[in-house]
């Protein structure tokens, strides 16, 4: 009985995150090299952050320098977490029902 392969540092959900946030090419590419470690579950979403902020980058919807893109990224964090906070409440209301 083969034991699961443990999952890369940078494929697991905070530093992926960080990754794609920060330059999605890269962690597009990082995902390529990562795919068959990467869990079944997460392969999706990762590729669809990746591929979004990759274009993101290239059409240069992001302003350029460091400071720009980490305010973007803390911006963009924020609402994605009020969103999946409020998300989760109704849902959780709905269940509740």
Request: hydrophobic fraction near 50%; glycine fraction near 4%.
């Amino acid at each position: 009985m083969e034991l699961p392969k443990p999952t890369p540092f940078l494929m697991r959900r905070v530093p992926f995150f960080f990754l794609y946030a920060l330059c999605g090419p890269i962690a597009l590419l990082i995902l390529i090299i990562y795919w068959r470690d990467t869990p079944t579950d997460d392969r999706g979403p990762y590729l669809f952050f990746s591929v979004v902020f990759s274009l993101f980058f290239i059409t240069k919807l992001i302003p350029d320098g460091l400071l720009s893109i980490v305010i973007f990224s803390a911006t963009y964090t924020f609402v994605l977490f009020v969103t999946y906070i409020i998300h989760g409440r109704k849902r959780h209301h709905h269940d509740d029902e």
